[in-house]
């Protein structure tokens, strides 16, 4: 039973790290309308530039952290005024190429500026467990869970109770209308990205004391993040969290008792998940469903 | 009293299509003007034109000095433009969307403001944390007018107010134009289909056929012209 | 249908097939095969464009249809000594029929969420390959080289009275079931197919009240697209000799897509530029500079740059000229 409880401690902690992915993924879908399948390696440059600043620079991690979000931040608007909103007018084809052209050139730049060599990124928390109810929790597991949950609410404030937030919300549903009460439309998509940014370097910088950092680090969270934003409904921040807790719990449980799925299906797995969901109900277990039957 | 607001020669396009064909026009501050004419005339171009939601050519001129830019900057210029088919988020709450109308002003006394408004609208603050998109037809119309109405504009443009609502809200919501522009001095352009209750409201009108002016002059004037009334205004 | 106006396409891609059927003799053997490959990928992209261009629906998983293409083939080979010509058109049927069967769930997404589930089909591709090893051969792939199956590896195949190695064989048998490809592709979207496919395209509710059967249109579409990547991936393991889980990655999937935007919906001079694109990328960059990284940078730089320049892709830039020309 006990392993059972570290399973899904484990798993929520997996399972933070995808849903902040994931919340980056929806933040971007409902501001813009696209899928930004360059998020994981933004996340990715980012967590090289906190490896480097820690390791090369001997930073300590708190500050490394907090001035990796900053430049995050600039990166992600920069890029949304850059390379996306030109592109915005055109076809959803469009915007998918340079998203896909801007997830080459990141990972190239990663191997040019730091080699394709695997490092190792420290953990800002102690590597112990500790005992709860005669469990072993590691606490690099709820730390990992406490950032993301302070992440979380920290986001969801921002969005509820600030002027910005709410022109950001209503810039994303209605950019027409917004303009008219003055709002400045494009620049609140760009802080829509700025954020996904932010939440996409949290990502890279928790997992990758565990993962190992290497140019191809988030790969496979970005797909577990598809999968999380797809499962909670691709426009539902709510969903984006709930998906992914519940992707990581459930993939952990899975991969831990059935056979069938092992180490190795834990990808296809998510995949399935994305597969079944899309088939069933596409607007996941949050969304609206579209009517749009044709 | 000179005008607040002046179009000369304005034109637009959509695409390879020419709505407006050198409008010229006036409104001046503090009256109600009307701006009439059959669909596609190009009403709701105008309104378009001055907000800055489709590019034009032309002058325009608001309070003496030249009017640039697009939706954004016209908003921070002191108009407000309520456009066809409310514009209300209704995703968002009636207290938000109220809040959002105040985006463009900086005083923190916004709770003064929604109270302000729900003078107008004595049923807003039963609906605070209703979505818009459960209202009526005829209510979002008014938050929408109460929305604009929270920026504390110097003009105020409404397109279409009257479209898919019944007859008696349509009176209800010209009644309250009337008295904010009488009691406040709130200087209005609205776009109408329906001109006779505009023209109850306005004090001078423009009547457009196909992007262009075709007639103008006061209320009284436009009403008492029997020709005028069959051939451009329907009644 | 005005013959005149016909004439001038028909001149036109004469001219290229007899382009074609003599640049071997000009250039290397090694130009030969790199060349070969840019017909595979044309191949593919014909069909890929009959899907995305026609009626709209996006793929980001048509290297996985090239994986049971190519599957197909070698494991044809491998097991059953079959010669691999005829595991071509097993292939198309083969993969024709996966893709028609995907096209019906598919029908119930649209734009970015399909684009989505054809992506995950793609990325979970090589691990299902993995699993199934018994079937697959597993991690260790299936060697085709030496077969006595596979022609003119050996020795020189002669056809039509000429001795080729396999080199220019690979490149004649690529190319002409490109250009074959093509002129089918060319038949079936002239008529009313093609009105078909491109009402569905450009707007669901008008053509289905009009009575366009959309559902079977769309199927349809996946299948034929399906169907050509297939072609195209049993094509490619003749080429490579050898398949294993990683020769279909999920990369060739988005290159796939890229190509097909590069080189602009539509037209076979878009097609052949994509597919030179595809096959010609990664090499241009690497001479650009080598260090690790950079050829991935360029590339990604390039593609942004297109978008930008290009946005119609190089099938646009040809329309544009021709009506400048005109003038």
Not at chain 1, 51 to 66: D, I, K, M, Q
Not at chain 2, 63 to 81: D, M, S, T, Y
Request: glycine content about 12%; aromatic content about 8%; proline content about 4%.
């Amino acid at each position: 039973m006990a392993d059972f409880w570290q399973q899904v401690v484990a798993g929520l902690a997996s399972g933070s790290i995808y849903a902040s992915l994931a919340l980056a993924l929806v933040l971007i879908h409902r501001a813009t309308g696209v899928i930004n399948f360059a998020q994981g390696e933004m996340a990715t440059f980012s967590t090289y530039i906190a490896w480097a600043l820690t390791t090369n620079h001997g930073w300590s991690y708190w500050p490394a952290f907090a001035v990796t979000l900053l430049a995050s931040f600039a990166g992600g608007v920069a890029i949304h005024q850059g390379i996306i909103r030109p592109n915005e007018k055109g076809s959803v084809l469009r915007v998918v190429i340079v998203t896909i052209g801007l997830l080459l050139a990141l990972n190239g730049l990663v191997t040019l500026i730091w080699s394709g060599e695997v490092r190792a990124m420290q953990s800002p928390f102690p590597t112990r467990t500790i005992d709860i109810a005669g469990v072993a929790i590691s606490i690099q597991d709820i730390g990992t869970i406490g950032v993301v949950l302070a992440t979380v609410v920290a986001l969801w404030a921002l969005f509820q109770y600030t002027k910005v937030g709410l022109a950001m919300r209503a810039a994303a549903v209605n950019p027409a209308e917004a303009r008219l009460v003055g709002v400045r439309v494009t620049w609140m998509l760009s802080l829509g990205w700025g954020l996904a940014a932010v939440l996409g370097a949290i990502s890279g910088m928790l997992a990758a004391p565990s993962l190992f950092l290497d140019p191809n680090l988030m790969a496979a969270l970005l797909i577990y993040a598809f999968a999380a934003a797809v499962l909670g409904g691709i426009d539902s921040p709510i969903g984006a969290v709930v998906g992914g807790l519940t992707l990581g719990v459930g993939l952990n449980l899975i991969g831990a008792y059935v056979d069938f799925v092992g180490a190795d299906l834990r990808l296809p797995a998510a995949l399935a998940v994305i597969l079944v969901v899309l088939l069933v109900k596409p607007s996941g277990i949050f969304g609206k469903s579209e009517v749009k039957r044709v | 009293m000179s005008a607040l607001l002046a179009l000369d020669g304005v034109e637009a396009r959509y695409g390879p299509v020419q709505a407006l064909r050198g409008i010229s026009l006036e409104v001046p501050e503090g009256a109600v003007v009307a701006v009439l004419g059959a669909n596609g005339a190009g009403k709701t171009t105008t309104l378009r034109a001055v907000s800055g939601t489709v590019r034009r050519s032309g002058r325009i001129d608001f309070g003496g000095k030249p009017l640039r830019g697009g939706p954004e900057a016209v908003a921070r210029a002191g108009i407000a433009h309520v456009p066809e088919g409310r514009g209300t988020f209704t995703e968002l709450t009636v207290t938000e969307n109220l809040k959002l109308g105040a985006y463009t002003r900086r005083e923190r006394s916004l709770r003064a403001d929604i109270d302000r408004v729900s003078r107008w609208f004595p049923w807003l603050p039963d609906r605070a944390d209703q979505p818009a998109g459960t209202l009526s037809g005829g209510e979002q119309q008014m938050l929408a007018v109460a929305r604009a109405l929270m920026a504390r504009p110097r003009l105020l443009m409404l397109d279409e107010p009257s479209l898919g609502l019944a007859p008696m809200i349509v009176r209800e919501i010209f009644r309250i134009v009337r008295e904010l522009n009488e009691k406040e001095g709130l200087t209005v352009l609205v776009v109408e289909q329906d001109a006779r209750i505009a023209l109850q409201s306005a004090s001078s009108a423009y009547v457009l056929e196909v992007g262009k002016v075709a007639v103008a002059g006061s209320s009284d004037e436009l009403r008492e012209n029997e020709s005028v009334r069959r051939s451009y205004l329907g009644y | 249908m005005r013959h005149s106006r016909a004439l001038a396409p028909i001149a036109a891609f004469v001219g290229l097939a007899v382009i074609v059927a003599v640049l071997p003799s000009f250039v290397s053997a090694f130009r030969a095969q790199q060349l070969a490959y840019v017909g595979i990928y044309l191949t593919a992209l014909i069909g890929l464009n009959i899907l995305t261009g026609y009626t709209g629906q996006i793929s980001l998983g048509h290297g996985a249809f090239m994986a049971i293409g190519g599957y197909t083939t070698a494991i044809l080979m491998t097991e059953h000594g079959v010669k691999d010509l005829w595991t071509i058109p097993v292939a198309a049927v083969v993969t024709g029929v996966v893709g028609f069967l995907f096209g019906i769930p598919a029908l119930r997404l649209s734009g970015l969420y399909l684009a989505l589930a054809t992506f995950a089909v793609a990325v979970s591709m090589p691990a299902v390959i993995k699993r199934f090893e018994g079937f697959t051969g597993g991690g260790g792939g299936l060697n085709l080289f030496g077969l006595p199956e596979l022609t003119a590896s050996l020795e020189p195949v002669t056809v039509l009275g000429q001795e080729l190695t396999f080199n220019d064989w690979l490149y004649y048998l690529c190319w002409t079931v490109a250009l074959v490809g093509y002129v089918i592709a060319w038949l079936m979207l002239r008529g009313r197919t093609g009105r078909a496919l491109r009402a569905v395209r450009d707007s669901e509710s008008a053509a289905q009240s009009s009575g366009v059967s959309l559902r079977s249109y769309k199927t349809l579409a996946f299948g034929v697209s399906a169907a050509y990547a297939g072609v195209a991936g049993s094509l490619f393991a003749i080429a490579t000799t050898f398949v294993n889980p990683d020769t279909f990655p999920i990369a060739l999937s988005i290159l796939l897509l890229v190509g097909v935007v590069v080189g602009g919906l539509g037209s076979l001079v878009g097609l052949i530029a994509g597919a030179v694109f595809i096959q010609f990328l990664p090499i241009w960059s690497q001479q650009i500079s080598k260090s690790p990284g950079a050829p991935a940078v360029v590339s990604g730089v390039v593609l942004i740059a297109l978008m930008f320049v290009l946005p119609m892709g190089v099938a646009g830039l040809v329309a544009r000229l021709r009506t400048l020309t005109k003038r």
